[in-house]
């Protein structure tokens, strides 16, 4: 990987605190969508490990499982990263978005 997640442009970020908030967030990123934008979502969640990985799971699946309901083709790719002292980030985009970039 050429390039860190921060360098992609970001349409919206979401500041996670539960699983409650990963749904919410998974369900207007599907409703926003990924198709025919240059831009993705950035998810902000808690280090508590416990949390964090249920917030990552529920989000990266959750996404998928939304845009095949949808009846989208769900070609998303995301990143996990440490985004500063107190969160973790995941940046999710479109894998046409990421190659327009030039990704």
């Given at each position: 990987?050429?390039?860190?997640?921060?360098?992609?442009?970001?349409?919206?970020?979401?500041?996670l605190?539960?699983?409650?908030?990963?749904?919410?967030?998974v369900?207007?990123?599907?409703?926003?969508?990924?198709?025919?934008?240059?831009?993705?979502?950035?998810?902000?969640?808690?280090?508590?490990?416990?949390?964090?990985?249920r917030?990552?799971?529920?989000?990266?699946?959750?996404?998928?499982h939304?845009?095949?309901?949808?009846?989208?083709?769900?070609?998303?790719?995301?990143?996990?990263?440490?985004?500063?002292?107190?969160h973790?980030?995941?940046?999710?985009?479109?894998?046409?978005?990421?190659t327009?970039?030039?990704?």
């Amino acid at each position: 990987m050429d390039f860190h997640p921060n360098d992609l442009p970001i349409s919206k970020t979401y500041d996670l605190k539960d699983e409650k908030d990963a749904s919410d967030a998974v369900d207007d990123m599907v409703k926003l969508g990924f198709r025919d934008k240059n831009e993705g979502f950035k998810v902000l969640f808690p280090k508590e490990s416990k949390t964090a990985k249920r917030i990552g799971y529920t989000v990266t699946t959750g996404v998928t499982h939304g845009l095949k309901q949808k009846k989208e083709i769900p070609d998303i790719r995301y990143w996990t990263y440490h985004h500063d002292d107190d969160h973790y980030a995941i940046v999710l985009i479109s894998s046409d978005a990421l190659t327009e970039l030039g990704f």
